[in-house]
């Protein structure tokens, strides 16, 4: 029997448990990784040469990403590694990559399994686009991959498991964190630990990083409102202005800030190879649309991770093997159904675990409807929110692809990963209409900025 082509794309916990049970079966699949390692952004590897302890770069999650790490390393001779190759677009049955910036091919594919991942959902706050400002994911990287902290007094500020998580690793590596600032307030957690229950281990993790922050002596505000983080364009950052949990305006001195709202699904390869997408009502995003083992609507295509269903890094493990399976089922090959439901019933128990976060740590929408006209909401073409609100009422621009039209928001580098749902939450909003009638920011090819030397080789691209 020929062997099928079956493109995994990503290497963070869902892509290396997808191609590790491909290759258990028997096949020999491209796995496809936009970073120069293995690991994704969670596990993200530190440069070749750096040996820093794992428990130092990873904290909590430290036994998980070496065991990650070890296992990508036990088939990476038994697939197509691509490292340093970016997935950018996907036509009928065709994954198109680029490797180097410059090098392109098309890859045929019988099946192929997206496992994108998830970036920082980001809430504007007035002074955001200061030099000095990162998304939690960047401070992450920073980190991880380049051994540096963003600043030399830090202030992490925003909500969810992640913003305490990034915390404490810095804390544990030595920078000076000056404090955590949550948006969420401490009755929303309480409210919510019937559903947090679902994984009581993670639930004692996530108390246990609070408390190396205490222990460190950085204070964690709870309930707080951003009000703007200060600071001129020939300086950067200089600090952050809040209210706290009883409405008195508190201000902090710092270099860097560190912001982020849990996290929003990396869907655009999904959204060009065509799959439906419905509305999430309780995160307020539009997710592709997947039955329970990860088949899209699109024939031949696979999603897992929290590129399809945030879950976190646990639940992406089991949603790519999964996802795996279905592929194996699907493609007349050996599987191992009897392991389905198991991996089924892990991730409705993380779903729980999922809307019990929601609860805790809920996306501050509200915040949008408060932002100053002057606020820049689209950093990349310095798009305000009194632009979009302009667009909204004098241009009729209720709809997020025709607000993106009349008013360039999305059309920058980031394509609208990082001010997409804040833009849309502005629409709504002006507009007096629920969020899901604004629509979403659709994908487009190349989902990334790609040299014109590489456009103009795609089209004789060959593999």
Request: some cysteine.
């Amino acid at each position: 029997m020929a062997q099928p082509r079956v493109i995994v794309v990503g290497t963070g916990p869902a892509g290396v448990r997808c191609a590790e049970t491909l290759v258990a079966a028997g096949l020999s699949p491209t796995v496809v990784d936009e970073g120069r390692r293995d690991g994704g952004q969670i596990y993200r590897r530190q440069p070749e040469g750096f040996t820093r302890p794992y428990a130092k770069l990873y904290g909590s999650e430290a036994t998980k990403a070496e065991h990650l790490h070890r296992s990508f390393e036990a088939i990476r001779s038994k697939v197509d590694y691509r490292p340093d190759t970016l997935a950018w677009n996907v036509t009928a049955n065709t994954l198109h990559v680029v490797h180097d910036g410059t090098r392109t091919a098309a890859l045929p594919f019988d099946a192929l399994v997206v496992c994108s991942g998830a970036t920082d959902r980001l809430m504007p706050i007035e002074g955001w686009h200061l030099a000095g400002c990162y998304s939690l994911g960047a401070s992450q990287i920073a980190l991880k991959s380049q051994a540096c902290a963003i600043g030399k007094r830090v202030v992490f500020m925003g909500t969810g498991p992640l913003l305490y998580l990034v915390a404490s690793q810095y804390v544990q590596a030595g920078a000076t964190v000056l404090a955590v600032l949550d948006t969420s307030r401490f009755s929303q957690l309480v409210r919510a630990l019937p559903a947090l229950a679902a994984r009581p281990g993670l639930l004692l993790k996530g108390m246990a990083l609070n408390r190396i922050l205490r222990k460190a002596g950085v204070p964690v505000h709870s309930g707080i409102t951003p009000l703007r983080i200060t600071g001129a364009a020939a300086t950067g950052v200089q600090g952050v202005t809040v209210l706290d949990a009883n409405g008195s305006e508190q201000h902090f001195d710092c270099d860097s800030v560190a912001l982020g709202y849990h996290l929003r699904a990396e869907s655009q390869l999904a959204d060009l190879a065509r799959c439906e997408f419905r509305f999430d009502v309780e995160s307020r995003q539009w997710l592709p649309r997947i039955d329970g083992d990860g088949r899209s609507t699109t024939a031949g295509v696979y999603l897992a991770g929290d590129g399809a269903r945030i879950l976190g890094a646990d639940g992406a493990e089991a949603a790519g093997r999964l996802a795996a399976l279905a592929v194996l089922s699907d493609l007349g090959r050996r599987a191992s159904p009897d392991q389905m439901p198991a991996l089924r019933r892990t991730l409705d128990k993380m779903d729980r675990f999922r809307r019990g976060l929601i609860k805790a740590f809920p996306w501050p929408h509200a915040q949008a409807a408060a932002l100053s006209d002057s606020a820049v909401v689209c950093r990349c073409e310095t798009i305000t929110a009194g632009e979009l609100r302009r667009v909204v009422n004098d241009m009729g621009g209720t709809e997020m692809n025709r607000a993106k039209a009349f008013s360039r928001v999305g059309m920058g580098r980031c394509q609208g990963r990082f001010c997409g749902h804040a833009a849309a939450e502005v629409v709504a909003h002006a507009a007096g209409v629920p969020i899901e009638m604004v629509g979403r920011l659709r994908g487009q090819g190349p989902v990334k900025p790609l040299p014109m030397a590489a456009l103009e080789n795609a089209g004789a691209a060959n593999v």
